[in-house]
């Protein structure tokens, strides 16, 4: 189990049974009080209270053994293969800050594949944050008026320390000197803190950096392994007479 505190209600627990959920042992031996395993991940886990962490509904029953991802398998065998491969060794990407770029056109499993490793991460106990660029966008935004104070810096903090950062449909957002510059700072401190970051996108690389420029698009490259994947819209239906 990774060191990450469960929570149930208000109550932490320690996952290694050591401490009271404080994050604080007793050493009854010596009769000093000790940090407990749990602590650190405690403290993080509270660091990165408030990100949107939670799978959305739709992705909610997301499985290798599930619809739609027999038919994403069939399509593009090398690529769910890779995402399989990733989940196995999990915990030592997210240590090591190695990510998974997925792109490719509409509707071919690139948000589904995502989701999958998000849920494995959130099932194994490590934070996630989970947006689409435009809501995340948002979430920032807000933070110039917010007078809980909130401020963009403390937001930036709390993106740059969460385990697992996925962004949904990078590159279709209204470009602007703003949304280039917010998007850099944030995978700019994933990179430097070596932190995982998962994007989807239907844009291939060079279009992608003209979109959001090269100097994103670089670090990405680095952090990230590139999956793509191709075929037809899987979520059109298909019209027409029968006879």
């Known amino acids: 189990m990774p060191p990450v505190p469960n929570r149930a209600g208000d109550h932490w627990s320690c996952p290694y049974d050591e401490c009271d959920g404080s994050g604080i042992r007793v050493d009854e031996a010596r009769l000093v ?21 939670s799978i959305p509904r739709k992705y909610r029953e997301v499985s290798f053994d599930r619809a739609p991802m027999p038919s994403i398998a069939a399509t593009a065998p090398a690529q769910v293969r890779a995402v399989r491969a990733y989940i196995r060794d999990l915990a030592d990407n997210l240590r090591q800050g190695r990510g998974l770029w997925l792109y490719g056109t509409v509707g071919t499993g ?9 849920k494995a991460a959130i099932d194994a106990g490590h934070s996630v944050a989970i ?12 933070t110039y008026d917010d007078a809980s104070g909130d401020t963009y810096t403390a937001l930036l903090d709390r993106l740059a320390d969460v385990d697992l950062l996925h962004i949904d449909d990078v590159g279709t957002e209204k470009t602007s000197e703003w949304v280039l510059e917010q998007l850099y ?11 995982t970051v998962i994007i989807t996108t239907n844009l291939e690389r060079e279009d992608l950096a003209t979109q959001i420029h090269e100097r994103t698009v670089s670090r990405l490259e680095e952090m990230c392994e590139v999956l793509p994947l191709y075929g037809a819209d899987a979520r059109r239906q298909q019209y027409g007479r029968t006879a």
């Open 33 to 53: 009080a000790l940090d407990c395993r749990c602590r650190e991940a405690r403290q993080r886990s509270v660091r990165v209270s408030g990100l949107r962490s």
């Open 131 to 142: 947006y689409s660029l435009p809501r995340l966008l948002a979430e920032i935004r807000t």
């Open 110 to 118: 690139k948000t589904t594949l995502a989701m999958l490793v998000s």
């Open 185 to 195: 700072s944030i995978i700019n401190a994933r990179y430097e803190e070596e932190r």
